[in-house]
Structure formats: structure tokens, C-alpha cells
């Protein structure tokens, strides 16, 4: 239903693709942003915990909508702070599409709460 578009002579980047296509109708599913937080609604310590808890989120509300990681075509990812890019990636390591969707990462003030380090918002497409 995807794929990933790579303009000729753009380098080879293992994190994002710079565009995805969506080739036929589909079901289309926007994600709101997914915090890290665990079930108990406390956020999780530290930006690999939060990370793991915001891509179970993510997987989650995929799942309810009968969609996985591979359907995902756009993620945006916020962070609070650039030190925590590789806490990040190494969280996320293997358990985000591959290839690599549309991807944006911004570095932020805050999110809606001082104990929020990151929040991802996706859009599927099947």
C-alpha cells in the first residue's frame, strides 16, 4: 500500500525516509501523540523507559484499529531535549518500521507535562 520514496543522489539514512506514498484508497489512521507513560498513567523514568512506553502506546491504538508498525507512512516524534536523541534511537532500535517512514523529530520546550521527555504522533495507512 506504501513505499518509501528516495529521490536519486539523497543519502541512504537508516531513520526516515524523505517521502512516503501511499498508492491506492486505504484506511487512514491519524495517531495523537503517545506519551510515555505506563498504564498507571505515572510517566516512566528516563527517556528509554519513556521511549518503550510511547512506542507501546503507538502499537497499541494501531493495533485497536487492526494496523501495525508497518502501516505507519508519517511519524513525528518530540523531544524535550537534543540529549536525549541517542537514548531515543536506542530505544527504538528494531521496533519501528523498516524501512523507515516519513519521519520529523523536533526538539521542544515542553510537552504538556515537566515529567514528559517525548511524544510520538504517527499517521497509517493499510
Not at 520514496?5 to 517521502?19: K, T
Not at 521511549?51 to 503507538?58: F, R
Request: glycine share 10%.
Amino acid at each position: 500500500m506504501s513505499r518509501a520514496i528516495i529521490p536519486p543522489g539523497f543519502p541512504p539514512n537508516p531513520f526516515l525516509s524523505p517521502g512516503t506514498l501511499v498508492e491506492s484508497p486505504s484506511r487512514t489512521l491519524y495517531v495523537s501523540g503517545q506519551v510515555g507513560v505506563g498504564p498507571g498513567g505515572k510517566p516512566a523514568e528516563g527517556i528509554g523507559a519513556q521511549a518503550s512506553a510511547a512506542i507501546g502506546n503507538l502499537n497499541a491504538v494501531l493495533a485497536a484499529a487492526g494496523m501495525s508498525t508497518a502501516d505507519i507512512v508519517k511519524l513525528t516524534i518530540y523531544l524535550t531535549d537534543e540529549a536525549s536523541i541517542p537514548g531515543f534511537i536506542e530505544a527504538a532500535a528494531g521496533t519501528l518500521p523498516s524501512p523507515p517512514p516519513a519521519t520529523t523529530m523536533l526538539i521542544v520546550k515542553a510537552l504538556a507535562s515537566p515529567a514528559l521527555l517525548i511524544e510520538i504522533e504517527a499517521i497509517a495507512a493499510s
